[in-house]
Nanobody, 113 residues
Framework: VQLQASGGGLVQPGGCLRL?????????????MAWYRQAPGKQRELVAR???????NYADSVKGRFTISRDNAKNTVYLQMNSLKPEDTATYYC????????WGQGTLVTVSS
């Protein structure tokens, strides 16, 4: 399974971005799709995840600002990021469980004025 993340870029504090993660196969059977991030000098952390029923979980630091969603017909998972803060600066990775974990290549998000 190949996961292609896109949508990162430079945005000012308070701005928004939408990340996309396109899968090379159907994600319908994937129980969990998720976004992680890794800031320079820090460990990779879970940002948000969504299961096959649409149930979601978020890191406390992004609750109320980020929304994860999945479009099974398009084999794509999204991360809508609003009210971005400088501390959201990181490389964002999508991941999916297809009997084992598969990872995308990462997309850089920089929040700076």
């Amino acid at each position: 399974v190949q996961l292609q993340a896109s949508g990162g870029g430079l945005v000012q504090p308070g701005g928004c971005l939408r990340l996309s993660c396109a899968a090379s196969r159907s994600i319908f059977s994937s129980n969990i799709m998720a976004w992680y991030r890794q800031a320079p000098g820090k460990q990779r952390e879970l940002v948000a995840r969504i299961d096959s029923s649409g149930n979601t979980n978020y890191a406390d630091s992004v609750k109320g600002r980020f929304t994860i969603s999945r479009d099974n017909a398009k084999n794509t998972v999204y991360l809508q990021m609003n009210s971005l803060k400088p501390e959201d600066t990181a490389t964002y990775y999508c991941a999916g469980w297809f009997s084992s974990w598969f990872w995308g290549q990462g997309t850089l998000v920089t929040v700076s004025s």
